[in-house]
């Protein structure tokens, strides 16, 4: 079975910075996508960012020049730098691959348990 553990979340004042991190463990044969979704209470989860294979990366508009995705493929690892935080970004993160395992022919979405991130006010 395929799992995403992240970590890295926490409480920090606004302006400060985070790094999550996101291991990929289990049967892989490559990751096709990769990036980090998000969720504030009463809103529905959002893509923040993802990085494809090809090395396309998207940002939603909220956080373009705050926060970077970056990727280790020899780990199957990825992170999100998050610079100059705002009360805005608090919300659980969810880190997200789409990928294929071995002995398949299809990808697939797998999602992390989620940290929560809190910017003070």
């Known amino acids: 079975q395929v799992h995403l553990v992240e970590s890295g979340g926490g409480l920090v004042q606004p302006g400060g910075s985070l790094r999550l991190s996101c291991a990929a463990s289990g049967s892989i044969f490559s990751i096709h996508a990769m990036g980090w979704y998000r969720q504030a209470p009463g809103k529905q989860r959002e893509l923040v960012a993802v990085l494809t294979s090809g090395g396309s990366i998207n940002y939603v508009d909220p956080v373009k020049g705050r926060f970077t995705v970056s990727r280790d493929n020899a780990k199957n690892t990825w992170y999100l730098q998050m610079n100059s935080l705002k009360p805005e970004d608090s919300a659980v993160y969810y880190c997200?691959?789409?990928?294929?395992?071995?002995?398949?022919?299809?990808?697939?979405?797998?999602w992390g348990q989620g940290t929560q991130v809190t910017v003070s006010s």
């Open positions: 997200y691959a789409n990928l294929q395992k071995y002995s398949g022919n299809s990808y697939y979405n797998y």
